[in-house]
């Protein structure tokens, strides 16, 4: 089955300082993977996605993501915090052997101390 | 170019009515899908549209239905509504339905059902 966790719900950093959202995911073939973002009253922004190749991806805003294979991970990363980087995160997966639809995880709330 | 937009953007209807939600996509997306979105829950896939046709669909009971129309703008319609009905319905965007393509959200309808 096809799946897609994100193990906190939430996580706090300061500002300044590097953070990590964290999201594994299962699927039947390969991974298209996909991390948006969700402020407040809106719906969700592309912030970046892994098709194929380097396994480090960058995105928007300075975000950037990792592909594991190995450990089947996804995981979100940003070298320096800012407190408007405070929102819900959400890692999707597209898998074409299940009719090509996105699974989403539950979100994980961030929030960026000053 | 305008991004999706969602109508109504909030909505509250009393438990047993129906409810019609609309999606326009952003111009030249032709593939048009919906999402329900609840606190713990995350985006649950509720069916996706491309060219007309209902290309996929998630584990929702019949209550839940959709169309597309010729100009690809959606419609979600709910009927006999429940209290569980209660989420922000997200509609999203993407262009000829490739595999690699990111989808591109509205703002949602937050439906509320007392």
């Known amino acids: 089955a096809q799946s897609v966790a994100q193990p906190e719900d939430q996580v706090n950093v300061a500002e300044g300082n590097p953070l990590t959202v964290k999201c594994t995911y299962s699927v039947s073939g390969n991974p298209y993977l996909f991390w948006y973002v969700q402020y407040p009253n809106r719906g969700l922004q592309f912030l970046l996605k892994y098709i194929t190749g380097d396994n480090l991806v960058k995105g928007s805003y300075g975000f950037e993501a990792e592909f594991n294979k190995s450990q089947t991970s996804f995981h979100l990363k940003k070298p320096s915090a800012l407190v408007s980087d405070s929102a819900l995160y959400f890692c999707a997966v597209r898998d074409i052997g299940a009719g090509n639809q996105f699974y989403f995880g539950t979100g994980t709330s961030l929030t960026v101390i000053p | 170019k305008a991004g999706v937009t969602q109508t109504p953007r909030y909505l509250i209807k009393t438990r047993g009515q129906q409810v019609t939600l609309s999606c326009s996509p952003i111009s030249g997306h032709r593939s048009v899908s919906w999402y329900q979105q609840t606190p713990g829950q995350g985006l649950q896939f509720l069916f996706e549209y491309f060219s007309e046709t209902q290309r996929n669909k998630g584990n929702f009971p019949g209550r839940f239905s959709g169309r597309q129309f010729s100009n690809s703008r959606s419609e979600m319609n709910v009927s006999t509504l429940e209290l569980g009905d209660s989420a922000l319905y997200l509609c999203?965007?993407?262009?000829?339905?490739?595999?690699?393509?990111?989808?591109?959200f509205g703002p949602g309808t937050r439906l509320t059902v007392l």
């Open positions: 999203a965007s993407g262009t000829s339905g490739s595999t690699y393509n990111e989808q591109f």
